[in-house]
């Protein structure tokens, strides 16, 4: 088994973390990849007992790893979704943010789940991931997201209004700082602090919610992951922004967004010692109410 890793420069106080992690993998003379600039932060911070191979782009990755290690929060683990693109590696998420709904494994959880890796104790877990299509390929080879799609307004106080058609079928203009469409990964996410729902991945939906709707009568809407949704934007200012989980393009009216879901998944590490619903109860703290 082959493991990469990848990360971003993080407070020093949690390289006992990662040194730990590093230590644990020698231990087992796990062959070990880490992402080229990770590595240049890491060798200020952590100790290497053997040598590491170091890995640039997406193609030396699929051919060096069997497994992607994501250190740090869920923000990290989105942007190794850039990297693993339709390569089918899994990727296990450390947590050593705050959070962390996708990169669930705690840092006092680490001698664990490297346990249950090199025992081959886990499922994986088929995540769906978004696709924008635009006339321009306004994000390239990365037009995916893991978590959602967000057009937000620009640089100003007014809102936007956002026309949103269902398979060419008009569905709303929707009068609003934004709106999100979300996977269920990305339920818990941006999409939840606007009062969207908790939707457990594999149901094969996604997630339409307004963010801060001028009229209060427009909730979130669920669809089919087979439906596909376009958007026209019409801002004042004639700029908005396009974002894919944490990447974001400015974008003008005369641009038509195609929201679809992509044609691969991303497989996700599930240890056997985890589950969606013990982390959702965990981390938004369900029956920690005393009367329970």
């Known amino acids: ?17 990662v040194q730990h992690l590093i230590h644990k993998l020698e231990e087992h003379n796990v062959p070990i990849i880490i992402e080229h600039q990770f590595h240049d932060f890491l060798i200020d911070h952590v100790q290497f007992k053997k040598d590491v191979d170091i890995f640039d782009t997406p193609k030396e990755l699929r051919e060096n790893a069997d497994i992607l290690l994501s250190i740090g929060g869920d923000g990290t683990l989105l942007n190794t979704i850039t990297l693993v693109r339709d390569s089918g590696i899994p990727v296990l ?3 050593t943010g705050r959070l962390g709904f996708i990169s669930s494994v705690s840092t006092d959880q680490i001698d664990n789940a490297i346990n249950q890796l090199l025992k081959k104790e886990y499922t994986l877990e088929e995540r769906t991931l978004l696709q924008l299509d635009t006339n321009n390929q306004l994000f390239g080879e990365t037009n995916f997201a893991l978590n959602e799609v967000t057009v937000l307004k620009k640089d100003t106080s007014s809102m936007i209004r956002i026309h949103a058609f269902l398979d060419d079928e008009f569905l709303n203009s ?26 457990v991945p594999g149901t094969e939906n996604f997630i339409i919610a307004p963010i801060a709707p001028h009229n209060l009568n427009v909730r979130p809407v669920i669809v089919s992951e087979e439906r596909v949704l376009k958007l026209k934007v019409e801002d004042r200012d004639e700029l908005a922004l396009v974002a894919l989980d944490s990447r974001s393009r400015a974008i003008d009216p005369t641009l038509e967004l195609t929201i679809r ?32």
């Not at 890793?5 to 993080?10: A, D, K, L, R, T």
């Not at 020093?12 to 973390?17: I, N, Q």
């Not at 590490?269 to 703290?285: C, D, G, P, V, Y």
Request: proline share 5%; net charge positive; glycine share 10%.
């Open 261 to 292: 879901k992509a044609n691969f998944k991303v497989n996700l590490i599930k240890l056997h010692s985890q589950s969606f619903i013990a982390t959702i109860r965990e981390k938004l703290m369900w029956g920690k109410d005393k009367r329970n």
């Open 93 to 95: 998420g450390i947590n």
């Open 174 to 199: 929707y009068w609003a700082d934004g709106l999100i469409v979300a996977t269920p990964t990305g339920s818990t996410g941006y999409s939840l602090s606007c009062g969207g729902p908790i939707v």
């Open 1 to 17: 088994m082959r493991i990469a890793i990848y990360g971003n420069p993080f407070n020093p106080v949690k390289a006992k973390y």
